[in-house]
């Protein structure tokens, strides 16, 4: 293959991307905002940029990085597909058939294999940052306990440099769409609607983005990731009980 067919064909594969991205946008808008109740909080928080964003979130369905692109870009992603956050899934859950997988990939979905999952691949993300942004669960599998934190996300924050800009999540609900919520196995129902598949309500509510400067700074921490998970569940179940809280001192979107 010559080097102009090769940019042919790169060419292809970007507007192939976009216009699958634009296909799976507005179908997830219209089941997620028209047929169910979405409910979206502090979107603003989220700067409105290409690169170098990292949406840390727990994770309670299947389909929790496809509600936060949509929560959080839409309909801005018809216009600017450079801003849709990369997101990382299971590659035993999502990866079996090639037609599903290169679909996925083709939305900025990257395969983990979770036996194999090293610095390695961490650092690959951190890559990633530099040309894009990124969405991932710093639980790192599906769970309704928001204080469980694995070491994927502090070690990206940690390593990054620049260091990037960290906007956290909060997800409720979200396992009333589709099946496989936390502590259930995968199987064909999972993936799909729940019945009815209408007017059921979810909450996403982005918080401001975490400082993380006085940690990493601190000569006296030898382990600062610790600290930066911690953090992490700290802004996360603050968003929560906000959420919780009375209605009269609502949080502005």
Same mark, same amino acid.
């Given at each position: ?17 976009? #216009? ?10 219209? =089941? ?53 956050? =990369?997101?990382? /899934? ?47 669960? =710093?639980? /790192? ?7 469980? /934190? ?26 009333? #769409? ?26 996403? /509510? ?48």
């Amino acid at each position: 293959m010559s080097n102009r067919d090769g940019e042919h064909l790169k060419k292809f594969e970007v507007w192939l991307s976009y #216009l699958v991205l634009s296909i799976a946008s507005l179908l997830s808008f219209l =089941y997620f905002r028209l047929l169910n109740r979405t409910k979206i909080v502090g979107r603003k928080n989220i700067p409105r940029q290409s690169q170098n964003i990292l949406l840390v979130s727990n994770h309670r369905s299947l389909h929790d990085s496809l509600i936060i692109g949509v929560a959080g870009y839409f309909p801005e992603i018809l216009i600017y597909p450079s801003q849709a956050p =990369y997101n990382l /899934a299971a590659k035993e859950n999502f990866f079996k058939s090639w037609i599903v997988g290169f679909i996925l990939k083709l939305c900025r979905t990257i395969p983990v294999e979770r036996k194999k999952f090293s610095r390695g691949f961490l650092f690959s993300v951190i890559s990633l940052l530099k040309r894009g942004n990124v969405c991932i669960f =710093y639980q /790192a599998t599906r769970s309704f306990d928001i204080a469980e /934190a694995k070491g994927g996300a502090s070690f990206i924050i940690s390593k990054s440099n620049p260091r990037p800009v960290v906007v956290p999540i909060y997800l409720e609900g979200t396992e009333k #769409l589709f099946g496989g919520g936390p502590g259930l196995k995968p199987k064909l129902s999972s993936y799909l609607p729940r019945f009815p598949w209408f007017g059921r309500k979810i909450t996403v /509510a982005f918080g401001e983005p975490i400082n993380f400067e006085n940690i990493l700074e601190d000569e006296g921490n030898p382990n600062p990731n610790d600290r930066i998970s911690e953090l992490i569940v700290e802004k996360i179940s603050s968003l929560a009980s906000n959420l919780h809280s009375s209605t009269k001192n609502p949080i502005p979107v």
